[in-house]
C-alpha cells in the first residue's frame, strides 16, 4: 500500500492529466515497494514526502520539465542547447537524504582486528 496518494503528489507539485494520474498511482505503489526494502519508515509523515518527492523526479523527464537538471548549456550562435537530467530515464531511487528523513537503510561497516597466536592469561 503506498505511503502517498496522487493528491499528496498534487498538493506538492501540480495538477496532474488524468494519464498522468494513473502513472503517479502506480509510481507512488512502486515508490512504497522500494522504501519497504529498506526496512520500516520511521514516520508516516516521511514516507509521504519522500514518496513524493521519488515520484516527482521520476515523472519530471515525463512532463519535460527542468527538475533534475544537473547541466546546461546554450549557443547562440548555431542555436544549440544542451541539458543533462540527473535521472533521464524516469527511475525510482531513494537520495542519502531521503534514507535518513525515513530512518532506513542506515547499515555500515565493520572493523574486527584479527588475533595472532595464542593468547595467554595473565597473572595480574
Do not use: H, K
Not at 537538471?69 to 525510482?92: E, I, R
Amino acid at each position: 500500500m503506498a505511503y502517498a496518494t496522487v493528491e499528496d503528489l498534487e498538493a506538492r507539485w501540480r495538477t496532474l492529466t488524468e494519464s498522468e494520474r494513473a502513472v503517479a498511482s502506480a509510481l507512488l505503489d512502486d515508490a512504497a515497494v522500494l522504501i519497504g526494502s529498506y526496512g520500516e519508515p520511521s514516520g508516516a509523515e516521511a514516507a509521504r514526502a519522500v514518496s513524493c518527492l521519488m515520484v516527482r523526479r521520476a515523472m519530471s523527464p515525463m512532463a519535460g520539465e527542468m527538475f533534475g537538471v544537473t547541466q546546461a548549456s546554450m549557443t547562440a550562435g548555431s542555436y544549440q542547447q544542451q541539458q543533462s537530467f540527473a535521472n533521464p530515464s524516469g527511475d525510482l531511487y531513494l537520495t542519502r537524504q531521503e534514507r535518513r528523513m525515513l530512518g532506513v537503510g542506515g547499515g555500515g561497516a565493520g572493523f574486527a582486528r584479527p588475533s595472532y597466536g595464542r593468547l595467554e592469561a595473565s597473572d595480574d
